[in-house]
């Protein structure tokens, strides 16, 4: 007697079983051998796992078989990316938070909102918040608007959102302030995203020049006054060029080695 075919809550458990499979098997499987694993006739296989591929989750190989598919492949390259860049910013984020005692964040272009990759706290308490994770818009943080001001991100359509006093909310203002950006090289915001707090960000470029993050120093307004900002501004902009030329350097040593 044939089994009875699965749906609902069950079909998404099997599904999410056979993804695994695929996913942890050192060899890439057949359907076949997916079917007789996990006990499920041939064509409920067949069905769960052209689900699965259709949503780019899996994909086959020239035999037939079945591996990670598109989605998830890129998202490892994604994620790895992360880790190498905040691996090789660490320092200078170390070096800013110890040089003006405020919090160094890097952050990265996220799906509608900057991704804040790491953080290092400065001296203070005051002001010294967790950002990682943090849904930030790009219009009105440091770090979103020097991904605007390159081209990484796209400027949000419509009508902006105002999250506090000062926040930009047309896109004529955000398009002289992003011009301001690229001409002194760093962005800036006070009282934009939260009353009282202040930010400079510049931008993280690869080999090529194109700007993949930014890192910013914040801290309260009390602490980080106007004519502080253009200083704070070349700080950055001068850690993240002294690791770029320590790296340069590095691999000359290594290449004449």
């Known amino acids: 007697m044939a089994k009875p075919e699965i749906s609902g809550t069950q079909a998404i458990d099997r599904a999410s079983a056979l993804l695994i499979h695929v996913i942890e098997a050192v060899n890439p499987p057949l359907l076949s051998q997916l079917a007789l694993a996990h006990e499920l006739p041939k ?29 998830l492949t890129r998202f490892a390259r994604q994620r790895n990316h992360e880790l190498d860049l905040a691996m090789k910013m660490r320092p200078v984020l170390e070096a800013l ?65 105002k999250r506090a006093a ?8 955000l398009l002289i302030e992003l011009e301001l950006v690229r001409r002194q090289g760093f962005a800036t915001i006070k009282d934009e995203l939260e ?25 309260p307004t ?9 200083a704070l501004g070349e700080l950055i902009i001068s850690e993240i060029s002294r690791l770029h030329d320590n790296n340069k350097y590095d691999k000359k040593k290594v290449g004449a080695a």
């Open 43 to 71: 064509s409920t296989t067949s069905r769960l796992l052209g689900a699965l591929e259709k949503q780019g989750l899996i994909q086959r190989d020239r035999s037939g078989a079945y591996l990670p598919g598109s989605v």
């Open 222 to 230: 009390p602490r980080i006054s106007d004519k502080q900002i253009p």
């Open 97 to 161: 938070a110890e040089k003006t005692g405020e919090t160094a964040n890097l952050a990265i272009a996220g799906n509608g909102y900057v991704e804040l990759i790491d953080q290092v706290d400065g001296r203070y308490l005051l002001g010294a918040t967790n950002w990682v994770g943090t849904k930030v818009p790009y219009h009105c943080s440091a770090l979103g608007k020097v991904l605007l001001a390159y081209g990484t991100v796209k400027i949000p359509s419509g009508r902006l959102e």
């Open 195 to 219: 009353e009282g707090l202040v930010a400079v960000a510049a931008a993280i470029r690869d080999v090529d020049g194109n700007v993949i993050g930014a890192i910013s120093v914040s801290g």
């Open 166 to 173: 000062r926040s930009i909310t047309t896109r004529p203002q």
